[in-house]
């Protein structure tokens, strides 16, 4: 479930307090003060038998006795009692509850897990909705909803605040009330029997009087739900994330390098990542990073100028900035020339701009005005600190006349001190500047903004196409796990592991395998260059460990008293081990290459992960890895391979050219796509992967595999992939073909394209307002689509010769999509066909097309609006069974809708 009957939960008409009691600071008792005396707009009734009233208000005896069916029921009894009291709390026609009570087998009792699951079952039937259970409770300041055993009350406000932690929550409160912080919604989630993180996004999202939603974390529970609803949250509010248990102690342990280096946290902060979340370390930057992402300022890079009157906390900042990834910009020749006509000699002459202990509002307005000018720099941070010889307020009063007559630039302020400090911050937020108290906290509140605003790059950047060459043969990556798994393996070997990434274009060193040390020696002559030898076992995973590897070996006798070595010293450092033999390889020659490792494990929550960082022996000793969840485009490569250390050595240096990065991240799409199609795929590694300027070599690889996951087990990825089995070839009723498949991110060019070749009328009659053509954000968040919540089909010309690839011209035809609700009952549609394809049977294919899916998918509906004078559009809907409606408000629209039963029944009937 997802939003469903939350607005019973969080707009209720009326509330029970099951539990309600006198005793002094029981939690019954702050339970029923805070729900009678926040001011909530309706009857709250307590319930308890063994008292009259409670704060002067009529108590009930039981469930049956209410003299309504509440909305909402706040539950704070045994936790025996709590599956009884859901079940009559449903008949009576509840449909929401707040599960306050602890015991429910958080401490991993057998009892508390029955008992949570027999909760959850009286509720599943009316789809009743369910916080908690051992949760603080629920507040809705700003209708009077105080349903929890919180020492005081929130303040309104336009934050959203949703936590696991109740102890967190009341802190938060009580941080918040005293800088006058105010809260659209407070969630104490709890255990999380049924209402989670996923839910709460795609309710509060739509809320409007929500401006940011903040979030504590300790876990998650459906991570493609959570995926889905994070990433269409950040699209419209900032989504800020604290993630507790960062410093794990007890890893999960893994076979693979990729296993052993990949955090639990770490895959967290790749999920934050990639839904277009911000995370932040403590309750402080929690609250300074919402208010400086509500300013709405708007940074290109991360170039910051420093305006400061005090070369000291110049540095300060300048530190901090550094500290956070940030750059100090390079002030410009000409705006050092234009500084100096009105600044004293003795300013800095660089950036930090220190103008001065001095400095009066005038100078500083000055500054700032040529400052802001200079096209090195991304935003400016002006800084003062107290002097005897100049005024703050002053200061602070002639910044913000400028800035008043500049609009939204990016400028922050930091007016050190506590006097006239104090003052300056205060008018400088009612005027909506972002002001902190410490040089610190403005130069980490930049980087606020700059990682920010690269998540959402990210969620809407064109990722070029992949190229057509890209054919993985899958059928012969599975053959091989297959045969494998008959044999009763979990590791394949290293020929058979190279075999595979072969089958999805991954260069490899071929690799021969022998049994014996005279084959090897009879392999090493064959080859008659240098050779590496290596042990060949599925029982060892790191052969160098065990003396498993020798390279440079030059002569068929080397390799011979090498592998006779080899198997001795295998034998003492790994007794029992079963030995198969030997692989010998042609030492592979690829002068300046940087190792690298690039790696694929499974995590418990999120599925498959992707690793990339320096490879070698000392993997994981250097520890240099980004961490990204697949899929993979080009665009989220080259970002993960910019988050390691090691792509500043990618880039080239002295001699060493620079390496071929595309390569490289074509590597990284290569193995995103291998774990999208092989779920028996668990942990991979390839290490050493050499990278130069003439491409990559796979030198080792090792695979574990599984038994395919099928059913129930089969969506294992956060990220729902691209659903290549949608992929068909169409054809219209005059013999045209089109290629119909799932719209891709690196379609954004071919859907302008489209438009470009339509009529203004056509283009009116889809977006209802006259377009030239669509904005980048627009057009990308159409082709960067959520498989799971949503589905766009594109018709595409085949390829010249006819054949049914997805090649060819890439020339987009038409386009149908939909657009499910969170709880996948319902779906707004959109088509269009291309002007001089209309009236071809195309729109009405589409439409016949995305119906299908939508059944396939369990929807119950599907739903659009049409201009009234759109007719070829209306006849059409009316054709595949759409009833219409008109718009109360606007006699220009008609809804239409369909029931996607009563077409099941129709084609039943039919047949």
């Given at each position: 479930?997802?939003?469903?009957?939350?607005?019973?939960?969080?707009?209720?008409?009326?509330?029970?307090?099951?539990?309600?009691?006198?005793?002094?600071?029981?939690?019954?008792?702050?339970?029923?003060?805070?729900?009678?005396?926040?001011?909530?707009?309706?009857?709250?009734?307590?319930?308890?038998?063994?008292?009259?009233?409670?704060?002067?208000?009529?108590?009930?005896?039981?469930?049956?006795?209410?003299?309504?069916?509440?909305?909402?029921?706040?539950?704070?009894?045994?936790?025996?009692?709590?599956?009884?009291?859901?079940?009559?709390?449903?008949?009576?026609?509840?449909r929401a509850a707040v599960v306050v009570t602890a015991g429910f087998g958080e401490g991993g009792s057998e009892e508390g897990k029955r008992l949570m699951q027999q909760t959850l079952d009286a509720a599943r039937p009316t789809l009743t909705r369910i916080v908690g259970p051992n949760c603080l409770g629920i507040m809705v300041p700003h209708l009077g909803i105080n349903a929890s055993f919180s020492h005081i009350n929130p303040l309104p406000g336009n934050l959203a605040f949703v936590t696991q932690s109740g102890a967190v929550a009341t802190a938060v409160i009580d941080w918040a009330t005293n800088r006058?912080?105010?809260?659209?919604?407070?969630?104490?989630?709890?255990?999380?029997?049924?209402?989670?993180?996923?839910?709460?996004?795609?309710?509060?999202?739509?809320?409007?009087?929500?401006?940011?939603?903040?979030?504590?974390?300790?876990?998650?529970?459906?991570?493609?739900?959570?995926?889905?609803?994070?990433?269409?949250?950040?699209?419209?509010?900032?989504?800020?994330?604290?993630?507790?248990?960062?410093?794990?102690?007890?890893?999960?342990?893994?076979?693979?390098?990729?296993?052993?280096?990949?955090?639990?946290?770490?895959?967290?902060?790749?999920?934050?990542?990639?839904?277009?979340?911000?995370?932040?370390?403590?309750?402080?930057?929690?609250?300074?990073?919402?208010?400086?992402?509500?300013?709405?300022?708007?940074?290109?890079?991360?170039?910051?100028?420093?305006?400061?009157?005090?070369?000291?906390?110049?540095?300060?900042?300048?530190?901090?900035?550094?500290?956070?990834?940030?750059?100090?910009?390079?002030?410009?020749?000409?705006?050092?020339?234009?500084?100096?006509?009105?600044?004293?000699?003795?300013?800095?002459?660089?950036?930090?701009?220190?103008?001065?202990?001095?400095?009066?509002?005038?100078?500083?307005?000055?500054?700032?005005?040529?400052?802001?000018?200079?096209?090195?720099?991304?935003?400016?941070?002006?800084?003062?600190?107290?002097?005897?010889?100049?005024?703050?307020?002053?200061?602070?009063?002639?910044?913000?006349?400028?800035?008043?007559?500049?609009?939204?630039?990016?400028?922050?302020?930091?007016?050190?001190?506590?006097?006239?400090?104090?003052?300056?911050?205060?008018?400088?937020?009612?005027?909506?500047?972002?002001?902190?108290?410490?040089?610190?906290?403005?130069a980490r509140a930049v980087m606020h903004m700059v990682h920010y605003k690269r998540n959402q790059e990210l969620l809407l950047q064109t990722p070029p196409s992949i190229p057509d060459t890209f054919q993985p043969d899958t059928a012969r990556a599975s053959k091989l796990i297959l045969e494998a798994l008959d044999e009763g393996r979990i590791w394949l070997t290293e020929p058979e592991a190279k075999a595979v990434l072969d089958a999805y274009g991954i260069p490899v060193v071929a690799t021969r395998s022998v049994a014996t040390p005279d084959e090897a020696a009879q392999a090493a002559a064959e080859i008659?260059?240098?050779?590496?030898?290596?042990?060949?076992?599925?029982?060892?995973?790191?052969?160098?460990?065990?003396?498993?590897?020798?390279?440079?070996?030059?002569?068929?006798?080397?390799?011979?008293?090498?592998?006779?070595?080899?198997?001795?010293?295998?034998?003492?450092?790994?007794?029992?081990?079963?030995?198969?033999?030997?692989?010998?390889?042609?030492?592979?020659?690829?002068?300046?290459?940087?190792?690298?490792?690039?790696?694929?494990?499974?995590?418990?929550?999120?599925?498959?992960?992707?690793?990339?960082?320096?490879?070698?022996?000392?993997?994981?000793?250097?520890?240099?890895?980004?961490?990204?969840?697949?899929?993979?485009?080009?665009?989220?490569?080259?970002?993960?391979?910019?988050?390691?250390?090691?792509?500043?050595?990618?880039?080239?240096?002295?001699?060493?050219?620079?390496?071929?990065?595309?390569?490289?991240?074509?590597?990284?799409?290569?193995?995103?796509?291998?774990?999208?199609?092989?779920?028996?795929?668990?942990?991979?590694?390839?290490?050493?992967?050499?990278?130069?300027?003439?491409?990559?070599?796979?030198?080792?690889?090792?695979?574990?595999?599984?038994?395919?996951?099928?059913?129930?087990?089969?969506?294992?990825?956060?990220?729902?992939?691209?659903?290549?089995?949608?992929?068909?070839?169409?054809?219209?009723?005059?013999?045209?073909?089109?290629?119909?498949?799932?719209?891709?991110?690196?379609?954004?060019?071919?859907?302008?394209?489209?438009?470009?070749?339509?009529?203004?009328?056509?283009?009116?009659?889809?977006?209802?307002?006259?377009?030239?053509?669509?904005?980048?954000?627009?057009?990308?968040?159409?082709?960067?689509?959520?498989?799971?919540?949503?589905?766009?089909?594109?018709?595409?010309?085949?390829?010249?010769?006819?054949?049914?690839?997805?090649?060819?011209?890439?020339?987009?035809?038409?386009?149908?999509?939909?657009?499910?609700?969170?709880?996948?009952?319902?779906?707004?549609?959109?088509?269009?066909?291309?002007?001089?394809?209309?009236?071809?049977?195309?729109?009405?294919?589409?439409?016949?097309?995305?119906?299908?899916?939508?059944?396939?998918?369990?929807?119950?509906?599907?739903?659009?609006?049409?201009?009234?004078?759109?007719?070829?559009?209306?006849?059409?809907?009316?054709?595949?069974?759409?009833?219409?409606?008109?718009?109360?408000?606007?006699?220009?629209?008609?809804?239409?809708?369909?029931?996607?039963?009563?077409?099941?029944?129709?084609?039943?009937?039919?047949?």
């Amino acid at each position: 479930m997802s939003i469903r009957n939350l607005d019973y939960l969080f707009k209720p008409k009326s509330i029970a307090v099951i539990g309600a009691s006198k005793r002094a600071k029981s939690v019954g008792a702050v339970l029923s003060h805070n729900l009678l005396n926040a001011g909530f707009d309706g009857p709250v009734m307590p319930v308890n038998p063994r008292e009259t009233s409670i704060e002067s208000t009529l108590a009930y005896g039981s469930v049956d006795d209410l003299p309504m069916a509440p909305d909402l029921a706040v539950i704070c009894t045994p936790p025996a009692t709590v599956p009884g009291l859901i079940s009559e709390l449903t008949e009576r026609g509840t449909r929401a509850a707040v599960v306050v009570t602890a015991g429910f087998g958080e401490g991993g009792s057998e009892e508390g897990k029955r008992l949570m699951q027999q909760t959850l079952d009286a509720a599943r039937p009316t789809l009743t909705r369910i916080v908690g259970p051992n949760c603080l409770g629920i507040m809705v300041p700003h209708l009077g909803i105080n349903a929890s055993f919180s020492h005081i009350n929130p303040l309104p406000g336009n934050l959203a605040f949703v936590t696991q932690s109740g102890a967190v929550a009341t802190a938060v409160i009580d941080w918040a009330t005293n800088r006058d912080i105010g809260f659209s919604h407070v969630v104490s989630l709890g255990d999380m029997g049924d209402v989670d993180f996923g839910d709460l996004l795609d309710y509060l999202v739509l809320d409007p009087n929500t401006r940011g939603i903040l979030m504590y974390i300790e876990s998650v529970t459906d991570a493609r739900k959570f995926m889905s609803a994070g990433r269409a949250a950040a699209r419209a509010k900032p989504v800020i994330v604290i993630k507790s248990g960062r410093n794990e102690a007890a890893a999960k342990a893994a076979a693979s390098h990729t296993g052993a280096l990949a955090g639990s946290d770490e895959v967290y902060d790749a999920a934050f990542r990639r839904a277009g979340m911000l995370r932040v370390y403590d309750l402080d930057e929690l609250f300074d990073a919402v208010e400086t992402l509500a300013m709405g300022l708007k940074l290109q890079g991360d170039r910051l100028a420093i305006v400061t009157n005090g070369g000291g906390i110049g540095v300060l900042a300048t530190e901090s900035l550094v500290d956070a990834g940030g750059s100090v910009a390079e002030i410009a020749p000409v705006t050092a020339e234009k500084l100096n006509a009105v600044l004293p000699p003795t300013w800095s002459h660089g950036n930090p701009i220190d103008i001065i202990g001095d400095a009066t509002g005038k100078r500083y307005s000055d500054a700032l005005d040529i400052v802001l000018e200079d096209p090195n720099q991304d935003a400016v941070l002006v800084l003062n600190c107290p002097a005897a010889v100049a005024d703050s307020l002053e200061a602070a009063h002639a910044l913000i006349e400028n800035l008043k007559r500049k609009g939204r630039v990016p400028v922050l302020t930091s007016w050190v001190g506590a006097g006239a400090a104090v003052e300056a911050r205060r008018m400088f937020a009612v005027n909506h500047i972002p002001t902190y108290e410490t040089p610190g906290k403005a130069a980490r509140a930049v980087m606020h903004m700059v990682h920010y605003k690269r998540n959402q790059e990210l969620l809407l950047q064109t990722p070029p196409s992949i190229p057509d060459t890209f054919q993985p043969d899958t059928a012969r990556a599975s053959k091989l796990i297959l045969e494998a798994l008959d044999e009763g393996r979990i590791w394949l070997t290293e020929p058979e592991a190279k075999a595979v990434l072969d089958a999805y274009g991954i260069p490899v060193v071929a690799t021969r395998s022998v049994a014996t040390p005279d084959e090897a020696a009879q392999a090493a002559a064959e080859i008659g260059k240098p050779v590496a030898l290596k042990i060949l076992s599925t029982e060892l995973t790191h052969k160098s460990d065990v003396g498993g590897v020798r390279l440079n070996l030059v002569t068929p006798d080397a390799v011979r008293e090498a592998a006779e070595a080899m198997l001795e010293t295998v034998g003492h450092l790994a007794p029992g081990a079963k030995i198969d033999g030997f692989t010998v390889q042609e030492m592979a020659h690829m002068p300046g290459a940087h190792e690298l490792i690039v790696g694929i494990a499974d995590d418990r929550l999120f599925g498959p992960i992707l690793l990339f960082g320096q490879g070698g022996t000392a993997v994981e000793v250097i520890k240099d890895k980004a961490i990204s969840l697949p899929p993979l485009n080009m665009v989220l490569a080259y970002e993960m391979m910019k988050r390691t250390r090691v792509w500043k050595l990618l880039q080239g240096y002295r001699s060493r050219p620079k390496s071929d990065l595309d390569a490289i991240a074509m590597t990284l799409v290569k193995m995103s796509q291998l774990v999208c199609d092989l779920s028996s795929v668990e942990e991979l590694d390839i290490n050493p992967l050499f990278a130069s300027e003439k491409g990559v070599l796979a030198l080792d690889a090792r695979i574990k595999i599984r038994q395919p996951l099928v059913g129930a087990q089969a969506p294992r990825l956060a990220i729902r992939p691209y659903p290549k089995r949608l992929e068909k070839m169409v054809t219209l009723r005059d013999g045209r073909s089109f290629f119909l498949r799932p719209i891709r991110p690196e379609d954004e060019p071919m859907i302008q394209d489209m438009l470009a070749h339509s009529t203004e009328n056509d283009i009116r009659l889809r977006f209802f307002t006259p377009l030239k053509q669509l904005t980048h954000e627009v057009a990308a968040r159409m082709s960067q689509i959520d498989y799971h919540r949503e589905m766009a089909l594109v018709a595409e010309a085949p390829t010249p010769d006819g054949e049914t690839s997805p090649g060819g011209s890439k020339t987009l035809f038409g386009v149908v999509r939909i657009s499910a609700d969170p709880d996948n009952e319902k779906a707004e549609y959109a088509v269009m066909v291309r002007s001089d394809l209309k009236g071809m049977g195309l729109g009405y294919l589409l439409m016949g097309e995305i119906i299908e899916y939508a059944k396939d998918r369990g929807l119950q509906e599907i739903f659009g609006e049409v201009l009234r004078e759109n007719t070829t559009m209306l006849k059409m809907c009316e054709e595949l069974g759409f009833k219409r409606t008109n718009d109360p408000d606007d006699p220009g629209i008609v809804h239409v809708q369909v029931k996607l039963a009563d077409l099941r029944q129709a084609t039943t009937a039919a047949a």
